[in-house]
């Protein structure tokens, strides 16, 4: 899973050339100036990095959720969650991880800096950064309340 521009998409799927001028960003892309994006670091707070074979889709698809829609509904926050497959049962603490993730922004929003850390989503530009290993989307994995 990587982030073009500011939507989650399954890496597996799309090819570089689809991309055109659009920013790729993978997880390894998150971090700034060796400093670990506010949704990891709400996912290592929260102990929701269990085994990893989720965490990359899990955290990319926050980062897209948080910054199309900064406080979530917990039906919203499931449905950008749902095709990650958490084989470790860490469900809940990864819902709690996106919440605190939410409240770490807001938190930078209060001092001022309101979705910095999300705002190099909306730059295009004609090379990937970060580009690593990311894969993702392979099946269900919090699914609908109930």
């Known amino acids: 899973m990587v982030l073009v521009g500011a ?25 700034e100036e060796g400093e670990l994006h506010p949704v990891q670091q709400a996912f ?13 889709g899990m955290i ?16 919203q926050i499931r ?3 749902d095709g990650n497959l958490c084989r470790c049962g860490s469900h809940l603490r990864i819902l709690r991880a996106v ?5 770490l922004l ?4 209060d001092n001022g800096y309101s979705n ?3 705002k190099f989503m909306e730059r295009p530009t004609n090379r990937a950064s970060g580009i ?3 894969r993702g989307g392979l099946g269900r994995g919090i699914g609908p309340i109930g």
């Open 44 to 56: 290592i707070e929260e102990q929701a990095a269990q085994c990893g074979y989720c965490l990359n």
């Open 79 to 81: 449905e950008a969650l």
């Open 7 to 31: 939507k989650a998409t399954q890496s597996c799927k799309l090819a570089v050339s689809e991309v055109g001028s659009a920013r790729i960003t993978t997880l390894e892309g998150l971090i």
């Open 132 to 134: 690593g290993e990311a």
């Open 106 to 109: 807001i938190g930078e929003e």
């Open 60 to 75: 990319i698809s926050t980062a897209a959720l948080l910054w199309k829609t900064p406080h979530p509904s917990e039906l």
């Open 99 to 103: 919440r605190r993730a939410e409240s």
């Open 116 to 118: 910095t850390r999300l």
